[in-house]
């Protein structure tokens, strides 16, 4: 069992910047594949970056490829979100999930979520 809490979230002008952290409960941390999801208003939640569990696999999709870096530090049980350059369509809740095979459609657990919002 695996327990997640994102923090970081907040408000921020477009061109600014946030990190985006998910807490890990549990001695396994490393052996999850990491993702990063976001769900904007009235959309449905999308995934948009992973980790594997050495950290040493990242992938982002286009819409934050550039502007965004996933890194985790297993130490930690610990994964971040850096976000720079926010643009006001990067407003969403953003979530955090953990899962042992493939993670873009969805992990096995979820956090809660931390909003983002970026103003223009």
């Known amino acids: 069992q695996v327990q997640l809490v994102e923090s970081g979230g907040g408000l921020v002008q477009a061109g600014g910047s946030l990190r985006l952290s998910c807490a890990a409960s549990?001695?396994?941390?490393?052996?999850?594949?990491m993702g990063w999801f976001r769900q904007a208003p009235g959309k449905e939640r999308k995934f948009i970056a992973s980790?594997?569990?050495?950290?040493?696999?990242?992938y982002l999709t286009d819409s934050v490829k550039g502007r965004f870096t996933i890194s985790r530090d297993n130490a930690k049980n610990t994964m971040y979100l850096e976000m720079n350059n926010l643009k006001p369509e990067d407003t969403a809740v953003y979530y955090c999930?953990?899962?042992?095979?493939?993670?873009?459609?969805?992990?096995?657990?979820w956090g809660q979520g931390t909003q983002v919002t970026v103003s223009s």
């Open positions: 999930s953990a899962g042992q095979r493939s993670i873009s459609s969805g992990g096995d657990y």
């Open positions: 549990g001695r396994t941390f490393s052996s999850y594949i």
């Open positions: 980790i594997s569990g050495s950290g040493d696999g990242r």
